[in-house]
């Protein structure tokens, strides 16, 4: 079956720090990969995307994101945390098999401590 | 622009009720997707509508159904609610099918008492 994990549950930094927001994938062919973030009680909001290309995507508030295909791996990354940034994130990967269905990490929480 | 708005925001529902949720996605965006969202479950697919058709669904039992609209609005509706059908349900919509990034609703929390 095909899978997206994220594993770590919960990710903590002090704000300034970098962080890192693993995630590995296990989808068949060139899956297109995004990373969303929930805030309390919202829907989600698009963060970046990989489709093709260049390793390293960037996205909205600072965020990037590094895919390996060896590893088969799209880390999200930010050079300093901001307290804000305390949310839900997940990642997703998007099969290219006409299924046009989204298949989600189960969501790291990232809280940065001021 | 108006983004993927979704009602109610809270829902609660006796077990054994229906419930109807309801999904406007963005102006232009013809394929609609219902994601559930329950605790400890993560996010788990649901239906797809593109142009009024169910063109996918999950591993979700017939009772949660739906439909899609001329103006391609969308309803989800989950017949015999069990406890574990609360959930927060989220809508999201693209312009077509396989497009990138898919843009969602904040959802709809339904508590089943």
């Known amino acids: 079956a095909q899978s997206v994990a994220q594993p770590e549950d919960q990710v903590n930094v002090a704000e300034g720090n970098p962080l890192t927001v693993k995630c590995t994938y296990s989808?068949?062919?060139?899956?297109?990969l995004f990373w969303y973030v929930q805030y309390p009680n919202r829907g989600l909001q698009f963060l970046l995307k990989y489709i093709t290309g260049d390793n390293l995507v960037k996205g909205s508030y600072g965020f990037e994101a590094e895919f390996n295909k060896s590893q088969t791996s799209f880390h999200l990354k930010k050079p300093s945390a901001l307290v804000s940034d305390s949310a839900l994130y997940f990642c997703?990967?998007?099969?290219?098999?006409?299924?046009?269905?989204?298949?989600f990490g189960s969501g790291t929480r990232l809280l940065v401590r001021p | 622009e108006a983004g993927v708005t979704q009602s109610p925001t809270h829902l609660i529902k006796t077990r054994g009720q229906q419930a109807t949720l309801r999904c406007s996605p963005i102006s232009g965006h013809t394929s609609v997707y219902w994601y559930q969202q329950a605790l400890g479950l993560g996010l788990q697919f649901l239906l797809w509508?593109?142009?009024?058709?169910?063109?996918n669904r999950g591993n979700f039992p017939p009772r949660f159904s739906g439909r899609q609209f001329p103006n391609y609005s969308s309803e989800l509706n989950v017949n015999a609610l069990e406890l574990e059908d609360s959930a927060l349900y989220l809508c999201a919509s693209t312009p077509w099918p396989g497009t990138t990034e898919a843009f969602f609703g904040q959802g709809t929390r339904l508590t089943v008492v």
């Open positions: 989808v068949s062919g060139n899956p297109y």
């Open positions: 997703a990967a998007l099969p290219m098999d006409s299924s046009y269905k989204l298949i």
């Open positions: 509508y593109d142009e009024g058709e169910e063109r």
